[in-house]
């Protein structure tokens, strides 16, 4: 209201800067609701605010039914999960229960192969899956440290970092 009634100098800019403002919101709603059907590129920055403001949060719903399976399996598994390199770090599947030596199945970064040896030989009585969950529909294969040294594996240290970035805006908010 005080903005509106604001006259620097005699003049009604006031009105004039609500009435912007008003349409400059509904502007940018709109552009940011059509904005991924017209593929437009858009920032997303802070990502987690954004990602959550335009509807976009955490739709990706198959690893409820992969971890499902592999409590069916009999004997404890332990699941290797390899992002894609343009893998959204906002869509995470390596999360595991507490007291995680204990669990039935352990989820951890596929990390290539001189760590994964390391984890595996660690939990060396537990059954090792390979899931890939940026294929569609994402792929869980039983993993094999032999030619395993040619698959593509993610920059670790980008993903921690880019991790980092959105667990600390996370934290802010």
């Known amino acids: 209201r005080h903005l509106r009634l604001w006259q620097p100098g005699g003049q009604p800019v006031g009105r004039m800067l609500v009435r912007l403002t008003v349409t ?4 940018l709603a709109g552009m940011r609701l059509f904005a991924e059907p017209l593929h437009l590129a858009l920032p997303v920055w802070p990502a987690v605010w954004a990602y959550e403001w335009y509807g976009r949060g955490n739709d990706d719903d198959s690893r409820a039914p992969i971890e499902a399976q592999l409590e ?3 004997g404890k598994q ?3 999960v390899r992002y894609a390199p343009n893998h959204s770090p906002l869509i995470e599947w390596v999360y595991n229960d507490p007291d995680i030596d204990h669990s039935k ?12 040896r390391e984890l595996i030989q660690y939990y060396k ?4 899956w390979l899931v890939q969950p940026d294929t569609q529909p994402a792929t869980v294969s039983p993993y094999s440290l032999t030619g395993q040294e040619k698959a593509p ?5 980008k993903m921690v970092s880019r991790m980092t970035k959105e667990h600390t805006l996370e934290a802010i908010r």
Do not use: K, S, T
């Open 24 to 27: 400059l919101c509904v502007a």
């Open 72 to 74: 069916q399996q009999p």
């Open 78 to 80: 332990l699941v290797l």
């Open 105 to 116: 199945v352990i989820w951890a970064w596929d990390m290539g192969p001189a760590e994964n």
């Open 125 to 128: 009585d537990r059954h090792v």
């Open 153 to 157: 594996i993610v920059d670790q240290q």
